[in-house]
């Protein structure tokens, strides 16, 4: 399934510029002011897994729309491979 692995490398690469403009807005690096919707980006890219968000506690929210978006890009990775095919040695085929 070659497309999905390369639905899975470019949600990987917007993934790491969502982490990494989340990073440089909310802890104000490279001289930019802290900005509280740094982490605008990774919204669309965790749908719609964001919306478990609310099952956790207020503290714990954050956290969980950071790591969202790792559920879709595991279901990528996990469409990525190809299907193995069980042996027939196993069942007594030659």
Do not use: C
């Not at 982490?19 to 980006?41: E, K, R, T, Y």
Request: avoid cysteine; charge should be positive; glycine fraction near 8%.
């Amino acid at each position: 399934m070659r497309i999905f692995r390369v639905v899975f490398w470019v949600f990987l690469v917007l993934y790491a510029l969502a982490m990494a403009v989340f990073v440089v807005g909310w802890f104000g690096l490279f001289g930019f002011s802290h900005d509280p919707l740094a982490g605008v980006f990774l919204i669309p890219l965790g749908l719609p897994w964001n919306f478990a968000g609310d099952l956790f506690p207020l503290a714990m929210q954050p956290y969980v729309s950071l790591a969202a978006p790792l559920i879709t890009l595991e279901i990528l990775r996990r469409l990525s491979k190809p299907k193995r095919r069980k042996a027939q040695t196993e069942h007594g085929g030659v």
